[in-house]
């Protein structure tokens, strides 16, 4: 028997609430841990905005390419452009002689063409020339039947033959009515009559002299000879046509090819300058290139001007002569046609892809010793396909950027196409390296060898 007094009951136990502390440090951790993330992306942000190029860490660096401290940046230790070398083509300026052309497109056109027709009609009886030929001036090209030409004349011949006779017959006979009129044996009205007659016979030989020389040029007409010296097209007759004279299509056309004219425009504002050169008693040389300009075919002179302005494209025509020795001018080819005004002599020049237009004018990059560039406006001339004159703010010898500028801005660093790898711009400061306080340098900016 178990004599133990009965045990206490005991209570149910009550819920146990965890620590405040632990769960407390866990947001700390976390809250520092967000802090730092942030901050990790704000100087990776910071760095990547500011490093300094690849290209310009290996050279030393520009100046003005490490960060907001640098030279270049506001509050930096020197002048300069913050941010990687921009490569640019170069060129110096120099002086030449510039050649003013004024360009055109012309047509070539024949000093002469003659459409060759018959004078007379007829049988075609020869056609002595070959499509293409070139003739020369009086050579017979083709015959008519000449006969009943011929006949004509005989007929003219004789009838002029006939009157004189009558003519003489009538002056014998007037002047013996003079000698009876001086013994007073005749009436002065039988020698005035006879005196009238004389005279229409006169006229009448005078008529018949004109049939003779009539029919005279009708049978040399039959030999139909060419009027110029020039090349013969295509014919339009054979032998054994009838022809008509005065025929509208003619037997062939002749057009003379040496020498040969091309006619081209000329704005009206280029007149007085023109006209001056020719006053002056200058050739003017005028060249005549193909269609390209990759060739020249021919070299003339220019010849005139029209005296009219056309109101519709403001130009004045213009015509210059080629003698065109090697037929490379075609009648009615287009050419194009480059006159030369004058020449400038001594000109500083550029080239054309160093000029820049902005709103204020034209202006080029000029670039310094120190690799630096500076934006200058300056005044263009006359300009050539390659090359444009510079008549004011560029002095010969200076080095103009060519390729990059459209990446340039005043006072901008660039590295030219010859520079070494491993070259920096020249003039910087003194070092191995040029920059800022910073981790690597001190306010000189150089790193000390090991003492």
Known sequence: MDNRPPEAPVPPASPVSPPATPRRRRRWLGGVIAVLALAALVGAAWYLVNRPPADAAMRGGPPGARGPGGPGRPGGAGGGSAGPLV???????????????LDALGTVTPVTTITLRPQVSGVMTDVLFAEGQTVKKGEVLARIDARPYEQALMQAQGTRVRDEA???????????????????????????????????????????????????????????????????????????????????????????????????????????????????????????????????????????LDNVVDVQTGTVKAKARFGNAGSTLFPSQFVNVQLLLRTIEGAVVVPVTALRTAGTGNYVYVINEDRTVSMRNVKRGDATVESVVVTEGLKEGERVVTEGGDRLKDGATVQLPTDAPGARPRGGASGARQGASGPRGGASGSRRAPQ
């Open 87 to 101: 490569t640019v083509g170069m060129a110096v300026a120099k002086r030449a002689d510039i050649p003013v052309y």
């Open 166 to 304: 009558q003519l003489e017959a009538a002056r014998v006979t007037l002047e013996r009515f003079r000698t009876l009129l001086g013994q007073d044996s005749i009436a002065r009205q039988e020698v005035d009559t006879q005196a009238a007659l004389v005279k229409q016979l006169e006229g009448t030989v005078l008529t018949d002299k004109a049939s003779e020389a009539t029919a005279r040029l009708n049978v040399e007409y039959t030999r139909v000879t060419s009027p110029v010296t020039g090349r013969v097209g295509l014919r339009t007759v054979d032998p054994g046509n009838y022809v008509a004279a005065g025929a509208t299509t003619g037997i062939a056309v002749i057009t003379q090819m040496t020498p040969i004219d091309v006619q081209f425009s000329v704005p009206q504002d280029r007149v007085p300058e023109i006209e001056r050169r020719v006053a002056q008693g200058a050739k003017l040389s005028v060249t005549a290139l193909d269609r390209t300009k990759a060739s020249t075919l021919d070299t003339g002179t220019f010849s005139t």
